[in-house]
């Protein structure tokens, strides 16, 4: 169940319309809102993945002596990969599974956001397929008339 | 770091009040690209403010930060249900742990609309 | 000429496809015990299934999104999940009764036990599925299922009393000898068996499949607005068929040979073998369609690559999935359960699982990010709105009204 406050715990908060905050120079995406559960479609349009998760990181830049970040505080984060698979979990119920069981798909990958995340290269390149794979050598590809297009 | 450990995270503010929960992180397209010689087609989103509300820990369906307004009753119920919502700046942001995000005494509440895309 | 002949072929296809075994079973069990004063239910189901229908295949055509991508990306993966397992399992206890109603079939019309028609009946739902494309699959069935017309001829054959059949459709009421609450509980049902969740799932990824663009729609609207009440027609003629035969006689429905009682009054050995026909045809379309619906929304929620219109080796989860649900279904009937009382179950938990379905085709269909310019209009909305309250109150219903009345009993 989502959490919730109690009315007793709840500290005053602004109730006069709140100001618009300055505009940032690039497009803008809520996460859970554009990013999260989103189907994620390779380049020739075949679906790959939802995106169940994404991965954080703190931005390095090229003048970077250790000390990323702002002024004296948070490091600057930018999203570097989006995650599909058993994390799916983690956000029905709690706990985590170990690193080596995310699938990464690297934004860099990413060339559209939309009503779909499209990327710029084939699913056969991503290790998130790999069950697909294994049922296509397997199973599927074993019955007879697998391979070919239905009459 | 996983966005689910931001999403649904307490928010104090400096005193150590309770103000509500994330419900979402707003991203900006204007980090620099990754790829060789950073030469993917979209730039890298940064974590650029927090969405919280003070009454639940999720958001449902988006209607609190855009206009759309129909189904008229759905829509309305979940603006009420929201209201209060609103967006900090991730420079606001003093120390996230496990499962709190400490605001520094200088935070300042903003509207928490969407911006209209660039025409 | 063509598109003429596109669109009644589409129109026909949805009139033999509307009636799948759920509708057979349960306008005639209500036939059989309440005469013809639910017919309003089954009105009412059919404008529901018409408005959702349209709805859905709108925004799939639109956005190209079928129905359970959408159901996860506005819902998250919590209540998404929920919804899966829900609409999973409704749609799995359908596609069990649905094989169950082609071996009940099969029985009736060749006198060998179903059971040995079962693994035969799964088998053949299997093959038509991995080996037949789209179209020809969906145009066959609904074609064939044609044939339950008979039902309609039947009733004129008997020469019943019309106007007490228009005064009950027209006057409905509890008959003296049932209590309310169990007449509730088959509104319930007849209500589910006229919206099945499925036929939402079916014909959105049905729009994905044939590449429904814009262009397209008024096609669809036609079939559906043509076709659907048409089906409905037919639902209510087996409705009275039952009320006609089996109600004076206080034959209660248990079976299939019940069901077509009054079609073998009726026409004899040549209209019993046509409607036969037509049961095998509608039942075996329906485990198509609800076969597919459980591939569809296993792998829309997860993301996997699905489509008839993709060789099998492609979307080798989807046809995975497909495979062992009807193995599931086939294992299910082999353990001698009734298929009658499989129907009569799925049909109340399709009730209960409406709401989980509609919400989101509403809200999406109100959404200018997936939609453009072709939002719901408000007279959709507010027809959309109404049918959602009206489908809560039957989900939130159905559960106490089994407990109450003992599943009708």
């Excluded at chain 1, 109690?6 to 319309?17: L, Y």
């Excluded at chain 3, 496809?17 to 239910?41: C, E, K, P, Q």
């Excluded at chain 3, 069935?141 to 019943?160: C, E, K, R, S």
């Excluded at chain 3, 026409?267 to 046509?274: D, E, I």
């Amino acid at each position: 169940m989502s959490p919730r406050l109690r009315r007793a715990e709840r500290a005053s908060t602004p109730e006069e319309p709140l100001p618009a905050p300055p505009r940032p120079a690039g497009r803008v995406l809520d996460a859970r809102l554009h990013l999260l559960d989103r189907q994620v479609v390779d380049a020739d349009g075949a679906p790959v993945a939802v995106v169940d998760d994404l991965e954080l990181e703190p931005l390095v830049t090229a003048a970077d002596d250790g000390s990323a970040g702002t002024a004296d505080g948070v490091p600057t984060l930018v999203v570097t990969h989006l995650l599909s698979g058993p994390v799916l979990l983690t956000r029905v119920l709690t706990g985590r599974p170990p690193h080596s069981r995310w699938h990464r798909i690297a934004w860099r990958h990413v060339s559209d956001v939309g009503t779909v995340l499209r990327l710029g290269l084939q699913g056969d390149a991503l290790d998130v397929l790999w069950i697909e794979r294994w049922l296509r050598e397997h199973v599927v590809g074993r019955i007879p008339g697998g391979r070919r297009a239905p009459e | 770091m996983l966005l689910s450990d931001l999403l649904d995270a307490r928010v104090l503010d400096a005193d150590g009040r309770a103000l509500g929960f994330v419900v979402d992180v707003r991203l900006v397209l204007d980090a620099p690209p990754g790829g060789l010689d950073g030469a993917a087609p979209l730039a890298t989103p940064r974590v650029h403010a927090l969405l919280v509300s003070p009454r639940t820990g999720t958001s449902f369906l988006g209607y609190e930060r855009t206009s759309t307004n129909a189904p008229a009753l759905v829509a309305r119920y979940l603006r009420h249900r929201h209201r209060g919502t609103f967006l900090v700046h991730w420079t606001d942001v003093a120390a996230p742990t496990a499962s709190t995000i400490t605001l520094r005494p200088t935070w300042t509440p903003w509207s928490p609309t969407l911006p209209l895309p660039l025409p | 000429m063509k598109k003429l002949f596109a669109v009644a072929l589409g129109v026909l296809t949805a009139i033999g496809g509307f009636v799948d075994i759920g509708d057979l079973v349960t306008n005639a069990v209500v036939g059989a015990r309440f005469g013809m004063s639910l017919a309003w239910v089954v009105v009412v189901g059919v404008v529901g299934i018409c408005l959702f229908a349209q709805m859905s295949g709108r925004v799939a055509a639109v956005s190209g999104r079928a129905t359970f991508e959408i159901i996860r990306e506005r819902l998250g993966p919590r209540v998404g999940g929920a919804n899966l397992v829900a609409s999973f399992l409704v749609t799995m206890l359908t596609l069990t009764a649905e094989i169950g109603g082609i071996a009940l079939a099969l029985e009736l019309a060749s006198s060998v036990e179903r059971r040995l028609w079962i693994p035969f009946a799964g088998l053949a739902v299997w093959l038509v599925l991995w080996r037949v494309k789209f179209s020809v699959l969906e145009n066959a069935a609904g074609l064939l299922g044609l044939a339950l017309v008979v039902f309609a001829v039947a009733l004129f054959q008997l020469g019943p009393d019309w106007d007490e059949l228009v005064r009950q459709v027209t006057h409905p009421s509890v008959p003296p000898d049932e209590a309310a609450p169990t007449y509730w509980y088959y509104a319930v049902a007849l209500f589910g068996a006229a919206m099945t969740p499925y036929e939402v799932f079916f014909f959105s990824s049905g729009a994905r499949e044939e590449r429904w663009t814009v262009e397209d729609l008024s096609t669809s609207r036609a079939n559906v607005l043509v076709g659907f009440p048409l089906g409905g027609l037919l639902s209510l003629a087996i409705a009275a068929c039952a009320t006609v035969v089996l109600l004076p006689r206080g034959i209660e429905v248990t079976s299939l040979s019940q069901i077509t009682l009054p079609v073998a009054l009726a026409g004899g050995k040549f209209l019993l073998a046509l409607v036969i026909l037509g049961i095998v045809a509608a039942t075996f379309g329906a485990a198509l369609e609800t076969a597919l619906s459980t591939g569809y929304t296993l792998a829309q929620f997860f993301g996997w690559s699905w489509g008839k219109y993709r060789r099998p080796a492609e979307a080798a989860r989807f046809h995975t999935a497909m495979l062992v649900a009807v193995v599931v279904g086939t294992l299910v009937l082999l353990t001698n359960v009734d298929p009658v009382a499989v129907t009569e179950y799925s049909v109340v938990f399709s009730a209960i699982a409406l709401p989980l379905t509609y919400l989101p085709i509403l809200v999406v269909a109100n959404d200018p990010e997936y939609m453009g310019e072709h939002v719901n209009g408000r007279a959709t909305n507010a027809l959309g709105l109404g049918y959602l309250v009206v489908i809560v109150v039957a989900s939130l219903a159905a559960i106490p009204l089994m407990v109450a009345t003992g599943a009708g009993g």
